[in-house]
Nanobody
């Protein structure tokens, strides 16, 4: 059973930084893609970034390019999302998700089989 546990959320001022972590367990993840999604208040869940576990191929949505970085630590079985220059629009519940497959980039919620419980990020002065 795949288990994903997010941590690292919190309250930060605009322009600040946070680092989210997703601890993954229950599988050998070499053939998996792990992604971060977010759900702003009153809006639908949206793709933020993804990375293939084995090859480390990363993909980020345009609105976070240059500010966010996704990485994985295979030894610790974690995927991290470093978020810099945070804006109020980044306020959301952030979810870690995983899917079996690494050959295509998938940004749709429905393509991901496994989800964490989410961690809240609030950007406000």
């Amino acid at each position: 059973q795949v288990r994903l546990v997010e941590s690292g959320g919190g309250l930060v001022q605009p322009g600040g930084s946070l680092r989210l972590s997703c601890a993954a367990s229950g599988r050998t993840f070499s053939s998996y893609t792990v992604a971060w999604f977010r759900q702003p208040p009153g809006k639908e869940r949206e793709f933020v970034a993804s990375i293939t576990w084995g090859g480390g191929l990363a993909w980020l949505t345009d609105s976070v390019k240059g500010r966010f970085t996704i990485s994985r630590d295979s030894g610790k079985n974690t995927v991290s999302l470093q978020m810099n220059i945070l804006k109020p629009d980044d306020t959301a519940l952030y979810y870690c998700a995983a899917r079996l497959g690494i050959s295509t980039i998938q940004t749709n919620v429905g393509e991901y089989e496994y989800w964490g419980q989410g961690t809240q990020v609030t950007v406000s002065s």
